[in-house]
Structures are given as structure tokens and as C-alpha cells.
């Protein structure tokens, strides 16, 4: 059985940093492009960092570029998002996902079509940033 586990949300002050983290069981993620994506309240779901297993690339949406990092652990089969000087705007919902195939066979191409993203998603994680 696949499953794909976030941990590590939270609640953070503005300016804080939180670590997401997404453990896979059921699969190897190597060659799987990995995304974090996010949803608040009546808002669309939304890329915010994507990863390529096979060649290390990744992309971000412009609004965490410079605040959030992607990054792997092979041997634990994770990936992890660190969250740095986080902003109210980044409270959301914040979900990973994995799949073999993606629109232009690019990170870019899972974090801005997330609703062509055809794999495995897990739970969610709520974060939350307030004073």
C-alpha cells in the first residue's frame, strides 16, 4: 500500500520557520517528481515547490522563492520543505504528492497544473502563521 505522510505543521509567528516533512511507504521515490502544495479557505490548490527525483531540479512559486528550500533524504525516503520568515499569506492546508509523469516533464509543469497531477497525495499538514 502506497501512502505518502506530512508531518511537521504547526502554529509559527510571523518571521518563524517551520520543516515539513513527507515520508513514502509502498514506493521508491526515485524517479517520481515530488511537489508540496498548499490550500487555504476558499482558495484553489497551489503549487509551491516541486522536485525532480531523476535531476535535482526544482521550481517554486514566485511568493516563496527565497523563503522556502525543497530538499531529499534517499535513504529515508523523504522529502522535507523548510519554511523560513514565514508570512500570514502562507497559512494554508500543505499536502505532498508524487507522480511519474507530469505536464512538461518539469517541476514547473506539477507546481503550476496541480489539478493534472495524477499519483499519490498525502493527508495534509495545517499550518498556520499568527501572532
Known amino acids: 500500500q502506497v501512502q505518502l505522510v506530512e508531518s511537521g505543521g504547526g502554529l509559527v509567528q510571523p518571521g518563524g520557520s517551520l520543516r515539513l516533512s513527507c515520508t513514502a511507504s509502498?514506493?521508491?521515490?526515485?524517479?517520481?517528481?515530488i511537489g508540496w502544495f498548499r490550500q487555504a479557505p476558499g482558495k484553489e490548490r497551489e503549487g509551491v515547490s516541486c522536485y525532480s527525483s531523476s535531476d535535482g531540479t526544482t521550481y517554486y512559486v514566485d511568493s516563496v522563492e527565497g523563503r522556502f528550500a525543497i530538499s531529499r533524504d534517499n535513504a529515508k525516503n523523504s522529502v522535507y520543505l523548510q519554511m523560513d520568515n514565514l508570512k500570514p499569506e502562507d497559512t494554508a492546508q500543505y499536502y505532498c504528492a508524487a507522480s511519474q509523469t507530469v505536464l512538461d516533464s518539469s517541476p514547473r509543469g506539477m507546481c503550476v497544473w496541480p489539478k493534472k497531477v495524477v499519483g499519490y497525495w498525502g493527508q495534509g499538514t495545517q499550518v498556520t502563521v499568527s501572532s
Open positions: 509502498g514506493l521508491s521515490l526515485d524517479y517520481f517528481y
